[in-house]
Antibody
Framework: EVQLVESGGGLVQPGGSLRLSCAAS????????MHWVRQAPGKGLEYVSA????????YYANSVKGRFTISRDNSKNTLYLQMGSLRAEDMAVYYC??????????WGQGTMVTVSS | EIVMTQSPATLSVSPGERATLSCRAS??????LAWYQQKPGQAPRLLIY???TRATGIPARFSGSGSGTEFTLTISSLQSEDFAVYYC?????????FGQGTKLEIK
């Protein structure tokens, strides 16, 4: 079964750090770009970050640039998002996603990040 | 960045009727356009890619059309499980941004 499972979310104070993980199974993880998309409570989908299949290229939305770092370990079939200097506006459900067609046909269930003192 | 604009923000339709959702790109995205459905508490689900190709397992009542800058998602006969939020996304250029969503509600 093709699956993405996120973990690592939780409660963090403003200015704090958190690392999210996304474990992939059921497909050839190392062949595909991977993405992080977030959704603040009651809001729409916001594209956050992406990494190429070999990890050589990355992209960050302006809202997270300089604070978040995306990485992957193809030997462990795992995607990461290291988040730092967290702000209230970073509070959201974070999804990892991928796809074989350019669109995102594989999504994780999401992990909630709460930023609050 | 290519800005994706969806309309209307909210659409009220009765079960069994047809729903038509629109998505406009700020510049041409060719046919590299996807539609997603999201229900409360769930991850988005891919419905349509390539502007008109249904994803695996998606019922035939869902259809997509358009190219360039204007796209449409049509649901031919609404079922109760179709009431949800729908997002379009372009993946022709980086970054692959989403529209703001259309909430399809029961009339």
């Amino acid at each position: 079964e093709v699956q993405l499972v996120e973990s690592g979310g939780g409660l963090v104070q403003p200015g704090g750090s958190l690392r999210l993980s996304c474990a992939a199974s059921g497909f050839t993880f190392s062949s595909y770009a991977m993405h992080w998309v977030r959704q603040a409570p009651g809001k729409g989908l916001e594209y956050v970050s992406a990494i190429s299949s070999n990890g050589g290229s990355t992209y960050y939305a302006n809202s997270v640039k300089g604070r978040f770092t995306i990485s992957r370990d193809n030997s462990k079939n795992t995607l990461y998002l290291q988040m730092g200097s967290l702000r209230a506006e970073d509070m959201a459900v974070y999804y990892c996603a991928s796809g074989t067609t350019g669109a995102f046909d594989i999504w994780g269930q999401g992990t909630m990040v709460t930023v609050s003192s | 960045e290519i800005v994706m604009t969806q309309s209307p923000a909210t659409l009220s339709v009765s079960p069994g009727e047809r729903a038509t959702l629109s998505c406009r790109a700020s510049q041409s995205v060719s046919s590299n356009l996807a539609w997603y459905q999201q229900k409360p508490g769930q991850a988005p689900r891919l419905l349509i890619y390539g502007a008109s190709t249904r994803a695996t397992g998606i019922p035939a009542r869902f259809s997509g059309s358009g190219s360039g800058t204007e796209f449409t998602l049509t649901i031919s006969s609404l079922q109760s499980e179709d009431f949800a939020v729908y997002y379009c996304q372009q993946y022709n250029n980086w970054p692959p941004l989403f529209g703001q969503g259309t909430k399809l509600e029961i009339k």
